[in-house]
């Protein structure tokens, strides 16, 4: 098994940064990819969690469109954490946002985290 525990979300103004973390324990070794989902408020329940970025071990990074340009994941091989740098938040951005793992990028929401929330205000 596999454990994800996020930090650093919070409220942020329209233009403001915040930076996401993902610290990995467990069973380690069978990550390949790590990334980023987020759910929107008022979104239907059951509906899919939107993807946001993907980063696997070949550090080959992914991004959704509508983030390109202004989110970075990037990772830490020794602490076996995944960061998100959100710059340039637009209120669009509120959601929770949720870590994701799993062997590679087909099999990324093996393993969830408990989510943190971004609230953007405009």
């Known amino acids: 098994q596999v454990q994800l525990v996020e930090s650093g979300g919070g409220l942020v103004q329209a233009g403001g940064s915040l930076r996401l973390s993902c610290a990995a324990s467990g069973s380690i070794f069978e990550i390949g990819a790590m990334g980023w989902f987020r759910q929107a408020p008022g979104k239907a329940p059951g509906k899919e969690r939107d993807f946001v970025a993907g980063i696997n071990w070949s550090d080959n990074t992914y991004y959704a469109d509508s983030v390109k340009g202004r989110f970075t994941i990037s990772r830490d091989k020794d602490k076996n954490t995944v960061y998100l740098q959100m710059d340039s938040l637009k209120p669009g951005d509120t959601a929770v946002y949720y870590c994701?793992?799993?062997?590679?990028?087909?099999?990324?929401?093996?393993?969830w985290g408990q989510g943190t929330q971004v609230t953007v205000s405009s």
């Open positions: 994701a793992a799993g062997a590679s990028f087909a099999t990324l929401t093996n393993y």
